[in-house]
C-alpha cells in the first residue's frame, strides 16, 4: 500500500510535444506528492509538487494534473524540449510514517530534436 | 549555497570487502536521508536522521549495513561485508526539518566484483 506506480517506463516524444506521465498510489495518508528530474550521473532534483487539496499545479511549461478520488496524478510537460531528456519519478509522502518519501520507478523521456 | 556533498562518486570493490560513504548536507539542515536506487529503479529509503538520532531504520539490512550522524552535521554509511547485489547509487539528501523539500547529492555509484 505504500506503493506509486508510475508509467511509462519510458516515453519519446518530439520536440515540441506534450510529454505525460502518469502516477497512482492507494495509501490516503499520502499528503504531499513530488515530482523529481535526474540527469544521468545526478541526483533527483525537485521540479515540481502538489498537495490534495488542489487539482493542479503549473509552473512555467510542468504542470501536475491531480485526481483525489481517483488517486492519481500526472506530470504534462508542454512544448517538450531536447534539454528536458531526463528521468522523471513521482513520489509521494507519507504523513504517518515520519514523513517518508515513496517514489516511482522512473520515467525516461527522450526528447527528439 | 552549496549543495549536498558526497564521497566518492564512484566505488569499485570485491565482494566481502568493507566500503564506507560519505555524506555532508546542506548547512542548516537537520533532516538526513540515505537511499538506495537500483538501476532503473526510484530511491529507496534505507535510514532517516533527525539531527543525530535514527528516526527510521526499518529498511536497514541491519546484518551488514551500519550508518552514523555524529554532531548531527555528517553522515557515514558503511557495508561490511559487501555482497554483489548491493552493486548500486547510493544517495543522500538532507531537508529542513519539517520540510517539503528533500535536496539530493549526485550519489556514490558502488560496484561490488
Redesign the interface.
Known amino acids: 500500500q505504500q506503493q ?1 506506480k ?1 508509467s511509462p ?1 519510458s516515453l519519446i516524444v518530439q520536440k515540441g510535444g506534450i510529454s505525460i506521465i502518469n502516477c497512482a498510489y492507494e495509501n490516503t495518508a499520502f499528503d ?1 506528492f ?1 515530482w ?1 528530474q535526474q540527469f544521468p ?6 521540479l515540481i ?1 502538489i498537495r490534495p487539496d488542489v487539482s493542479e499545479k503549473k509552473e512555467g511549461r510542468f504542470t501536475i494534473s491531480f485526481n483525489k478520488s481517483a488517486k492519481q496524478f500526472s506530470l504534462h510537460i508542454m512544448d517538450s524540449q531536447p534539454g528536458d531528456s531526463a528521468t522523471y ?1 513521482c ?1 509521494a ?1 507519507n504523513r504517518n ?5 515513496y ?4 520515467t525516461s523521456l527522450t526528447v527528439i530534436p | 549555497e552549496a549543495g549536498v556533498v558526497q564521497s566518492p562518486r564512484y566505488k569499485i570493490i570485491e565482494k566481502k570487502q568493507p566500503v564506507a560513504f560519505w555524506c555532508n548536507p546542506i548547512s542548516g539542515h537537520n533532516t538526513l536521508y540515505w537511499y538506495l536506487q537500483n538501476l532503473g529503479q526510484g530511491p529507496e529509503l534505507l535510514i532517516r536522521y533527525e539531527n543525530e538520532e535514527a528516526v527510521d531504520d526499518s529498511q536497514l539490512p541491519k546484518d551488514r549495513f551500519s550508518a552514523e550522524r555524529l554532531k548531527g552535521v555528517d553522515s557515514t554509511l558503511k557495508i561490511q561485508p559487501a555482497e554483489l547485489g548491493d552493486s548500486a547509487v547510493y544517495l543522500c539528501a538532507s531537508s529542513l526539518a519539517g520540510g517539503n523539500e528533500q535536496f539530493f547529492g549526485p550519489g556514490t555509484r558502488l560496484t561490488v566484483l
Not at chain 1, 510514517?97 to 518519501?101: A, E, I
Not at chain 1, 517514489?103 to 522512473?106: I, K, P, Q
Request: glycine share 20%.
Open positions: 506509486v508510475q517506463q504531499y513530488p523529481y550521473g545526478k541526483g533527483p532534483a525537485l509538487a519519478f513520489a509522502r510514517t515520519g514523513n517518508q518519501f517514489f516511482g520507478t522512473g
